[in-house]
């Protein structure tokens, strides 16, 4: 122990934590006259250190803990192997870098990961539970992305185990409170829900590097308590171009009947699958006005299926996006009637899919632009991932 900190191994199984080995202990203590105060801080901090992070069993926890006896952070024995691969250190390296982390405050295997440029991913096994009578019950994983200076967008995968009990996941600022009583959180970035065996995906793009908070907990549908698994992996991917920093016009009348842009994608079935980043302009009521992206899906001459996932942007602009045949005029004003399939109204931070089935190779036409209900010239970002899937 220094001024700074209190480095400690622990043998889980003298703090009472493996079931089998509590009556042979206790009875080799009371053999051997040896008395074990729990109530001691110290003794509490290491107690409490066993019940924090993924809930894997570990025969022996290396715990850091401040002189004022909080928990600092938590590293197990039966990890050590893999955190060390994961991020290419030697024991050694790794030790210390585990130690000047929990000092720097970053609770390292206190549930909480930190993302940067050279490790942007990271997965978490946990649990969660269906919270007690009219009290949320969280589990909750700290996500620390300031390294993307820049910012980025966050992309959490997420897949909950075969147990009974329905999840609920929220993503918070990270210096949000949560709240512990009933009903969805009214201070939420966004969130997902799902079943049993479900898959789930947030994704949450941020303009600079911060701190957010992953709140997961059972839903208040079963009369009895459940606990069921849930896997988790976590990336930021860096932005890829600053969209917004170059002044774009305050509304249509600065530039009209100028579109934003025409990006063209080709996709065959060498690169079936591309994604492109770019923006879209609210037209005014009854109006167009498109982005355009042409796309060459001609080399699969059999036809396939057009899939088109679009997440939209943060700003305060919804997206409303129209598929078109190569030969479309695309309208100025009023419904596109000659769209192939539309989506509208897709809000902030929001995502949705077009499908199409085509028979035989083909060019179209893809229109992103602002919903009918936002101001118009308002600008908002949308990412699309454009693939076919052949007949």
Same mark, same amino acid.
């Given at each position: 122990?220094n001024?700074? @900190?209190? &480095?400690?191994?622990?043998?889980?199984?003298e703090?009472?934590?493996i079931?089998?080995l509590?009556?042979?202990?206790a009875?080799?203590?009371?053999?051997e006259?040896?008395?074990?105060?729990?109530?001691?801080? /110290?003794v509490?901090?290491?107690?409490?250190?066993?019940k924090?992070?993924?809930?894997?069993g570990?025969p022996?926890?290396?715990?850091?803990?401040?002189?004022?006896?909080?928990?600092?952070?938590?590293?197990?024995?039966n990890? /050590?192997?893999?955190d060390?691969?994961?991020?290419?250190?030697s024991? $050694?390296e790794?030790?210390l870098?585990? *130690?000047?982390e929990?000092?720097?405050?970053?609770?390292?295997? *206190?549930? &909480?990961i !930190?993302?940067?440029?050279e490790?942007?991913?990271?997965? !978490?096994?946990? /649990? @969660?539970?269906?919270p007690?009578?009219?009290?949320?019950?969280?589990t909750v994983v +700290?996500i620390?992305?300031?390294?993307?200076?820049?910012?980025?967008?966050l992309?959490i995968?997420?897949e909950?185990?075969?147990?009974e009990g329905?999840?609920? @996941?929220?993503l918070?600022?990270?210096?949000t409170e949560?709240?512990t009583t009933?009903?969805? %959180?009214?201070?939420?970035?966004?969130?997902v829900?799902?079943?049993?065996?479900?898959?789930?995906?947030? =994704?949450? %793009?941020?303009?600079? #590097?911060?701190l957010?908070?992953l709140?997961?907990?059972? *839903?208040w549908?079963?009369?009895?308590?459940c606990i069921?698994? @849930?896997?988790?992996?976590?990336s930021?991917?860096?932005?890829?171009?600053?969209?917004?920093?170059?002044k774009r016009?305050e509304?249509n009348e600065?530039?009209?009947?100028?579109p /934003?842009?025409?990006?063209?994608v *080709?996709?065959?079935?060498?690169q079936?699958?591309?994604e492109?980043?770019?923006?879209f $302009?609210?037209?005014?009521?009854?109006y167009?006005d498109?982005? =355009?992206?042409?796309?060459?899906?001609?080399?699969?001459? #059999?036809?396939?299926?057009?899939?088109?996932?679009?997440?939209?942007g943060?700003a305060?602009?919804?997206?409303?996006?129209?598929?078109?045949?190569?030969?479309?005029?695309l309208?100025t004003?009023?419904?596109?009637a000659?769209?192939l399939?539309?989506?509208?109204?897709?809000r902030?931070?929001? +995502?949705g899919?077009?499908?199409?089935l085509?028979?035989? #190779? &083909?060019v179209?036409?893809?229109?992103? +632009?602002g919903?009918?209900? #936002?101001?118009k010239?308002?600008i908002?970002?949308?990412?699309?991932?454009i693939?076919?899937?052949?007949?």
């Open positions: 122990m001024e700074n @900190f209190i &480095n400690i191994w622990v043998a889980n199984s703090l009472g934590r079931q089998s509590r009556e042979p202990i009875k080799r203590r009371e053999r006259g040896k008395t074990y105060d729990t109530n001691h801080p /110290l509490q901090a290491m107690i409490t250190g066993g924090t992070g993924s809930k894997k570990s022996v926890d290396c715990l850091v803990i401040s002189p004022d006896f909080e928990l600092m952070g938590r590293q197990m024995v990890e /050590l192997r893999e060390c691969k994961r991020r290419g250190l024991r $050694r790794y030790y870098t585990f *130690l000047k929990a000092l720097e405050g970053k609770e390292p295997g *206190l549930g &909480n !930190v993302l940067t440029p490790q942007p991913s990271q997965s !978490v096994l946990d /649990l @969660f539970s269906t007690k009578a009219d009290y949320q019950d969280w +700290t620390d992305t300031t390294a993307f200076e820049k910012g980025g967008t992309t995968d997420i909950i185990g075969r147990e329905e999840a609920a @996941f929220y918070f600022d990270g210096d949560l709240s009933e009903g969805a %959180p009214k201070d939420m970035l966004t969130w829900w799902g079943e049993p065996s479900d898959t789930r995906q947030i =994704i949450y %793009p941020f303009d600079r #590097g911060q957010f908070k709140g997961v907990t059972g *839903l549908v079963k009369e009895e308590a069921n698994a @849930f896997r988790t992996k976590i930021v991917t860096e932005k890829e171009k600053e969209l917004l920093e170059e016009p509304s600065d530039i009209p009947n100028v /934003l842009s025409e990006l063209n *080709l996709l065959d079935s060498v079936s699958s591309q492109i980043l770019d923006v $302009r609210a037209p005014g009521e009854g167009q498109y982005t =355009i992206v042409n796309i060459d899906a001609t080399a699969f001459e #059999g036809g396939g299926t057009l899939i088109i996932d679009v997440h939209v943060s305060d602009t919804s997206g409303s996006f129209d598929l078109f045949d190569s030969e479309s005029e309208p004003e009023g419904y596109p000659n769209a399939t539309s989506m509208w109204g897709i902030p931070n929001q +995502t899919q077009i499908r199409h085509f028979a035989r #190779g &083909n179209f036409k893809f229109g992103a +632009t919903d009918w209900y #936002g101001e010239g308002r908002n970002a949308f990412r699309a991932k693939s076919v899937e052949e007949n």
